[in-house]
């Protein structure tokens, strides 16, 4: 399984433009890159999902560079509800694959 | 659609005893997987289960076992409980074949080990 590397934590005010990057050096030619978000006491949701370039969907935008050894979750002007832990995996999603979360990053959003 | 249900939330149990913690999988999915997630720490894979039989496994002791049902709910079941396997337990389910469109996750049981 490729391991990913993520920053332990962030700080952002509401409004901005909030982007976690995600390293995975060893990511595999099958592996999709997966983020998912989770509350205190809930259980992680899904966020976005991305194979190559660049992924858009109505809550995130998932930015892959050409050699895929990292990824950029973008969270477009974050409030304080977007205060969660962010997961980056990696794996292959379609070979009942077993997700490596990692410690994920905390993402705290001020007013 | 009524998403992945959990049960019981919470449960406290003695050292050495057994416990199981229960799934419903999200209507139409056919695969439900099982993650520890101790404090401050992210999921850990413990199994997943297909076609009511396990199909791949983390780094968890014979302790740690489960059960699929044919309506695709599924027990987690714990052997000789430690201490240490005080956690917050993740049920997940998916549709094999559709995991482009993420795992659903329950709740939880929050499990203290005394």
């Known amino acids: 399984l490729a391991k990913t590397t993520q920053p332990i934590s962030m700080d952002s005010y509401e409004g901005q433009e909030v982007n976690i990057t995600c390293s995975h050096n060893n990511i595999a030619t099958n592996d999709y890159i997966t983020w998912y978000q989770q509350f205190p006491s809930q259980g992680p949701r899904f966020i976005i999902q991305g194979y190559k370039t660049k992924v858009t969907n109505e809550v995130a935008s998932l930015f892959i560079p050409a050699d895929r050894k990292s990824s950029t979750l973008s969270l477009p002007r974050v409030s304080l509800s977007d205060t969660a832990v962010y997961y980056c995996l990696v794996g292959d999603v379609y070979n009942f694959n077993k997700f490596y979360f990692g410690s994920g990053t905390k993402l705290n959003v001020k007013p | 659609e009524t998403g992945v249900t959990q049960s019981p939330t919470h449960l406290i149990k003695t050292r050495g005893q057994q416990v199981t913690l229960r799934c419903s999988s999200q209507?139409?999915?056919?695969?439900v997987s099982w993650y520890q997630q101790a404090l401050g720490q992210g999921p850990q894979f413990i199994f997943q289960y297909y076609r009511e039989e396990e199909n791949g496994r983390g780094n968890f002791p014979p302790r740690f076992s489960g059960l699929q049902f044919p309506n695709y709910s599924s027990e987690l079941n714990v052997n000789a409980l430690e201490l240490d396997d005080s956690a917050l337990y993740l049920c997940?389910?998916?549709?094999?074949?559709?995991?482009?469109?993420?795992?659903?996750f329950g709740s939880g049981t929050r499990l203290t080990v005394v």
């Open positions: 209507s139409g999915h056919n695969t």
């Open positions: 997940a389910s998916s549709l094999l074949g559709q995991e482009n469109y993420g795992y659903t």
